[in-house]
């Protein structure tokens, strides 16, 4: 069973930094794109990121392209996500996962973790 774990997450002032970490213990994730969503409450979920398997291509959500940076060390078998210059309104529960691809495609994943929630505040 694939089983996403992110972690990373916790409480912090506005304009402050997070970097969130995806892994997946027992399974290899060298050729899959990871996509990051997240979830803000009484909002739709909104894909923030996607790398794709390898690293060779990074997308970002228009709106959050200059505050992220996606990467992954396959070595370690975990992706990262680095958040920057956070607001209130990325307070959100931020999830990773895959569609099983290994190019971005703008899907959603078929499978993701728990998530970890991010709270900043102002």
């Known amino acids: 069973q694939v089983q996403f774990v992110e972690s990373g997450g916790g409480l912090v002032q506005s304009g402050g930094s997070l970097r969130l970490a995806c892994t997946v213990p027992?399974?290899?994730?060298?050729?899959?794109?990871i996509t990051w969503f997240r979830q803000a409450p009484g909002k739709d979920r909104e894909i923030v990121s996607c790398?794709?398997?390898?690293?060779?291509?990074?997308d970002y959500a228009e709106s959050l392209k200059d505050r992220l940076a996606a990467s992954r060390d396959d070595a370690k078998n975990t992706a990262y996500l680095q958040m920057n210059s956070l607001r209130p309104e990325d307070t959100a529960i931020y999830y990773c996962?895959?569609?099983?691809?290994?190019?971005?495609?703008?899907?959603?994943?078929?499978?993701w973790g728990q998530g970890t929630q991010v709270t900043v505040s102002s």
């Open positions: 027992g399974f290899t994730l060298d050729y899959y794109s």
């Open positions: 996962g895959t569609d099983f691809g290994t190019n971005c495609r703008g899907v959603w994943p078929e499978v």
């Open positions: 790398i794709s398997g390898q690293g060779g291509r990074i």
